[in-house]
């Protein structure tokens, strides 16, 4: 087996909406090629579960594409949170990986609640559907029971994508630390709930995300035409991917925004801040295994359900017009989850009456004041870094620095920061940046004020 000897890093980013597999040019922090499918949820079998075997063909086809283009030296894989395998003797899944949208687990959810541990000991708030990877294993524990006695390993997500790709298992300390009951973060080791599980002993080795965990296999060497020593690294939480590159280049504090289907604030060196698991607050687990105070809510689902998944363009007027007619969308789009769970979303004027434009931009202003409500419960500091697609949305830029009173820049010109973080698990450090940097988005004080309408609002209707 070889270990990583050039600069182009295959990346398997699973995403709830979308799976992509991107190369990364580790001399210039690029993506030199990307290729995306839709990562579907079938509705067959015991229930709705993610099409393993699809995404598994997608990535093959990918990589071997990609090492034909450009030449692919070692791979590693970053993903959504709340999955994970269950894998017999012979390494095939026992149930399929459920979707964790999936409303099953809430029907043992009060014998469930009656197991795990608490916020205090695993920093995971308690979550709907199968959010809380341990309620999803309960709920397959008990459900199946036969199928239960036939596990062997218990693999989380990411990794398990490393054993399709190297015959190795593994789990991961970063996704273990991201809302899934299973871990204590502060004392680095299980919470007691595997061990009520039944699982200790199925449980595959913990590892780091940088660790070199083998090379590809010889079906993965000839199915993508790969090197037989190309090497696999462990793989990351993609949240933790989008974070890490600022924990090796930044001094503390900062505030990391990762965007897509979840909004996930995370603080480093911020103040000390009394965490509501109520309100979707939570503590994750960092590259190097350390705490992060974090809150988060479904803000890529919200922007979908709101414009119909299409972002129509937006002129200066609709700003004027939602600027002077304070325009309002308060929480929550998605109430199952972040800050103000529960609550329905209301419309200050009847949106009917509003131009595609002026709903865009009242969207984003809405994005952006949700982002402030969750860096404002966990004690964030310092200059905000946004990753993924709403960093290109110069509206919630805005917002977002008036809202916070705080230096806002986007990230780079990647369509997500996953890829270039996971890549900088294979060992490269990016310089550090200058102290000033460029692009950073300043407070404005019409928006300023348009952010206190806001909260006087929300506050008046709570």
């Known amino acids: 087996m070889s270990t990583m000897a050039g600069g182009h890093v295959g990346v398997i980013d699973i995403g709830k909406t979308n799976a992509k597999v991107a190369l990364v040019d580790l001399d210039n922090l690029q993506e030199i090629g990307v290729l995306t499918m839709p990562n579907a949820v079938r509705q067959d079998g015991p229930y709705p579960h993610f099409d393993t075997e699809a995404l598994w063909d997608f990535m093959l086809g990918g990589l071997a594409e990609l090492h034909r283009r450009h030449r692919i030296d070692a791979l590693t894989v970053t993903a959504h949170a709340s999955a994970a395998a269950l894998l017999d003797g012979s390494g095939a899944l026992v149930l399929p990986v459920l979707d964790y949208e ?72 970063t996704y273990l630390g991201c809302h899934t009951d299973l871990w204590a973060p502060w004392e680095r080791r299980f919470s007691p709930l595997v061990d009520r599980l039944g699982l200790r002993e199925k449980m ?74 109520a309100r979707d607050t939570l503590i994750n687990v960092n590259a190097f295994g350390d705490p992060v105070p974090s809150a988060r809510f ?62 865009h931009v009242a969207l984003s202003f809405y994005l952006a004041l949700m982002t402030g409500v969750c860096t404002g419960m966990i004690g964030a500091e310092g200059p905000v870094i946004t990753e993924g697609p709403f960093s290109r949305n110069r509206l919630y830029l805005e917002m977002l620095a008036s809202a916070l009173n705080r230096p806002v820049a ?46 006087e609002r929300l506050r008046a209707e709570s």
């Not at 541990?117 to 709907?128: D, H, I, N, V, W």
């Not at 090796?248 to 965007?259: D, G, I, Y």
């Not at 890529?300 to 129509?312: L, Q, S, T, Y």
């Not at 200066?316 to 600027?323: A, G, I, P, T």
Request: hydrophobic share 40%; charged share 20%; proline share 7%.
């Open 102 to 173: 999936h409303d099953g687990p809430d029907r043992l959810a009060e014998a469930y609640d009656a197991l795990r541990p608490g916020f205090a000991e695993t920093g995971s708030p308690r979550l709907a559907g199968g959010l809380n990877l341990g309620a999803q294993l309960f709920w397959q524990l008990r459900t199946w029971p036969d199928r239960a006695d036939r596990i062997a390993a218990v693999v989380t997500y990411p990794q398990y994508w490393v054993w399709r790709l190297t015959g190795r298992l593994a789990t991961e300390v």
């Open 204 to 277: 595959a080795p913990v590892r780091m995300p940088t660790d070199l965990i083998g090379a590809v296999s010889a079906e993965t060497a000839a199915r993508t035409g790969l090197g037989a020593g190309t090497a696999v690294y462990c793989g990351i939480h993609d949240s933790n991917a989008s974070l890490y590159p600022h924990l090796l280049r930044r001094q503390a504090p900062f505030t990391v925004v990762s965007t897509g289907t979840w909004v996930i604030a995370m603080a480093i060196g911020g103040h000390p801040a009394e965490l509501d698991p």
């Open 298 to 359: 479904m803000g890529g689902r919200e922007f979908e359900i709101v414009c119909k998944g299409h972002a129509p363009a937006s002129s200066e007027r609709d700003v004027l017009q939602v600027l002077d007619r304070a325009i309002l969308l308060l929480p929550g789009v998605e109430s199952r989850s972040g800050p103000f769970q529960g609550r329905a979303a209301a419309w200050s004027t009847d949106p009917a009456s509003l131009s595609d434009g002026e709903r």
């Open 410 to 455: 986007g990230a780079g010109d990647s369509a997500t920061g996953t890829s270039i973080g996971a890549a900088l698990l294979t060992g490269r450090r990016p310089e550090r940046p200058e102290a000033a940097e460029a692009g950073m988005i300043l407070p404005d004080r019409r928006l300023q004020d348009y952010a206190t309408t806001w909260r």
